[in-house]
């Protein structure tokens, strides 16, 4: 066997009378008098092939073994299909067996499941319509990533996954130590910890260590020696969050580019979510119709709407007046200063402007600390995404490049110079105008699959008190 073979979507294309092979996992078989339908997947697209299997082509003892679940492969030929909505199916001549699967057992059932049921099975539900459809276009909005800033001249660099420094300044943080040990206790399975010591030179890396919250601070410095760079890799959060939009493990796509204000770092956005979401419209249209039918109605209007439809642009400033005038009342009341609510970004992207909005000029006390300080002294140069459905959907900002301002700014908060010694130097060493923003991969999923849950756009989640598989 090669990985060079013929995968279902192919056979679609092939001319009634070829011969051929199908390989798959079986969905469902019906028998009739005479004849078996078999629906037979793997994954290539979303239609199923339909299978012929005519009466005593297969020895009776395997076509019982051929049941929902099964991995088989079979030999035959593509006939036109008689039956509505399909243009051929596969006459099978022979079968291979490769692996059966109990149907008394098989976690799998045609009928209906609940997506908190098959969480439990991740492992197989791949195999489901509604999975496989999400891994596809998960794919395809990786390869749309990668196509788009190397078309436009990025570099793609790697940033390092533990980290001794916090990007955001917010504390959430994975530690990474070999200092506690495990040792087995009265109970079997359950494993009690111990801590060799307390002394952070004694542990692996001789200081305290993390796992990465974002690779912003490492990817600006190849900025400030390559141009334009992107990072695309897992980040980590230590939020005790358990929300339908919230991780502990995600996937972000981090853009940095130096000789950059934050109109070019807006501008680079709005290209980029067009652009990419324009790409899975004309790659993944099965798989997104079936979203539009089945998960969220109206999600190819919305998406289409917002490839060809101009950002608007407000500040933060601008956006409070608008929402404190507009007569909504909101869980979480609204006044200047206070951090925007999901509710409130959804109110300006689908009640009040109708479009996507990128907010800018935020007050400094709910941003980061590398943000670059504008002139009135309570605003700093970040911009935020805002997407009708999902709300925020990129966060970014120009980067602050003046070194006495940003070393003020990490001792104002509390926060200790040190470790930002080596991002320190790249104000003391050449410093630029720069300018990058962060996407959270697994929201863009969520956006344009309609899906609700961000622990369904990602195969395996983690999330507190859950790290299966």
Same mark, same amino acid.
């Given at each position: ?20 092979? @199908? ?24 239609? !199923?092939?339909?299978? *012929? ?30 039956? @509505?909505?399909q243009a051929v199916e596969f006459e099978a001549a022979g079968v291979e067996l490769y692996g059966a699967a109990d149907p008394a057992i098989y976690p799998l059932q045609k009928k209906g499941a609940s997506f908190e049921y098959l969480r439990d099975i991740a492992h197989l539900r791949?195999?489901?319509?509604? +999975? ?25 660099? /790697? ?59 490492? @990817? ?19 939020? /005790? ?12 796509? %981090?853009? %940095? ?34 979203? /539009? ?18 950002? $608007? ?10 929402? $404190?005038?507009?007569?909504?009342? +909101? ?7 206070? !951090? ?20 800018? !000029? ?31 959907? *990129? ?12 070393? @003020? ?31 959270? +991969? ?10 609700? /849950? ?16």
């Amino acid at each position: 066997m090669d990985y060079r073979r013929t995968y279902v979507r192919d056979l679609f294309n092939l001319a009634p009378g070829t011969e051929a092979s @199908a390989y798959g996992w079986v969905k469902t078989r019906r028998d009739s008098k005479g004849i078996s339908f078999i629906q037979l997947s793997d994954g290539s697209c979303f239609k !199923d092939l339909q299978v *012929i299997v005519n009466d005593g082509v297969i020895a009776p003892d395997t076509l019982k073994q051929i049941t929902t679940g099964a991995c088989v492969r079979f030999d035959g030929k593509i006939v036109e299909s008689p039956a @509505a909505g399909q243009a051929v199916e596969f006459e099978a001549a022979g079968v291979e067996l490769y692996g059966a699967a109990d149907p008394a057992i098989y976690p799998l059932q045609k009928k209906g499941a609940s997506f908190e049921y098959l969480r439990d099975i991740a492992h197989l539900r791949v195999r489901g319509n509604t +999975f496989g459809a999400v891994y596809r276009i998960r794919n395809r909005a990786a390869f749309a990533t990668h196509s788009f800033f190397q078309k436009r001249g990025f570099h793609y660099i /790697n940033t390092p996954i533990i980290t001794a420094s916090d990007a955001e300044g917010a504390g959430a943080m994975f530690a990474v130590s070999t200092l506690l040990e495990a040792h087995e206790s009265k109970e079997p399975g359950k494993p009690t910890f111990h801590l060799k010591s307390a002394d952070p030179s004694e542990d692996f890396f001789g200081k305290p260590a993390y796992l990465t919250v974002s690779g912003q601070l490492e @990817a600006e410095t190849l900025a400030m020696g390559m141009t334009n760079v992107y990072t695309f890799g897992p980040t980590f959060r230590a939020e /005790n969050s358990s929300t339908s939009r919230h991780l502990a493990e995600f996937w972000m796509i %981090e853009p %940095e580019m130096a000789f950059c204000d934050l109109a070019g770092d807006m501008n680079l956005a709005e290209e980029f979510l067009k652009e990419v979401i324009g790409d899975i419209i004309d790659n993944c249209g099965d798989d997104l119709a079936f979203f /539009n039918q089945r998960i969220e109605p109206q999600l190819l209007e919305t998406l289409n709407h917002v490839v060809s439809s101009p950002f $608007e642009r407000l500040t933060y400033t601008e956006a409070i007046k608008l929402l $404190e005038q507009g007569g909504e009342k +909101f869980e979480y009341p609204v006044s200047w200063g206070v !951090d925007l609510q999901s509710e409130h970004e959804r109110w300006l992207t689908e009640v009040k402007i109708g479009r996507p909005i990128i907010l800018t !000029d935020y007050p400094k006390e709910i941003k980061a600390f590398y943000m670059r300080a504008n002139e009135d002294g309570k605003t700093v140069r970040a911009m935020d995404v805002l997407a009708p459905r999902i709300g925020e959907i *990129i966060g970014g900002s120009q980067r602050e490049e003046r070194l006495d301002v940003l070393e @003020a700014r990490i001792t104002e908060l509390g926060l200790p110079l040190e470790p930002y010694w080596w991002y320190l130097d790249l104000r003391r060493f050449g410093s630029a105008p720069h300018a990058g923003f962060g996407l959270g +991969f697994e929201r863009l999923l969520l956006y344009v699959t309609g899906m609700k /849950n961000i622990r369904d756009v990602i195969p395996y989640h983690r999330t507190p008190g859950h790290a299966e598989f």
